[in-house]
């Protein structure tokens, strides 16, 4: 059975930083594209990452982009999220997602589409002022 199951979620102040770590089982990450999403309350589920097989292209939204650094250790079946200067709008929970059939980031990466086949449950984030 496919799984992954995302880790590192926490309260925080504003300002600080937060590592996500996302293992995979049941199935090699290391030749699919994999990517971070976010779902606050009352809010759809919003991209947040995306990495190709390889890390070597990563893509950001944009209110993340110089904050967040999106990594991956294929070797560890691990994806990763390393989050900085959080603010009070980052407080969501976090979900790890697999595309199985891409190595590279679909130009949609940033819907939650079918293209994702593996999801995890997720891991919350609260960033209090």
């Known amino acids: 059975q496919r799984q992954v199951m995302e880790s590192g979620g926490g309260l925080v102040h504003a300002g600080g930083s937060l590592r996500l770590s996302c293992t995979a089982s049941g199935f090699l990450l290391d030749d699919k594209a994999m990517a971070w999403f976010r779902q606050a309350p009352g809010k759809e589920r919003e991209g947040v990452s995306c990495?190709?097989?390889?890390?070597?292209?990563?893509y950001y939204a944009d209110s993340m982009k110089g904050r967040f650094i999106i990594s991956r250790d294929n070797a560890k079946n691990t994806l990763y999220l390393q989050m900085n200067t959080l603010k009070p709008e980052d407080t969501a929970m976090y979900y790890c997602a697999a595309a199985p059939l891409y190595g590279y980031c679909p130009d949609s990466w940033s819907q939650p589409g079918s293209e994702y086949g593996v999801w995890g449950q997720g891991t919350q984030v609260t960033v209090v002022s």
């Open positions: 990495i190709n097989w390889s890390g070597k292209d990563k």
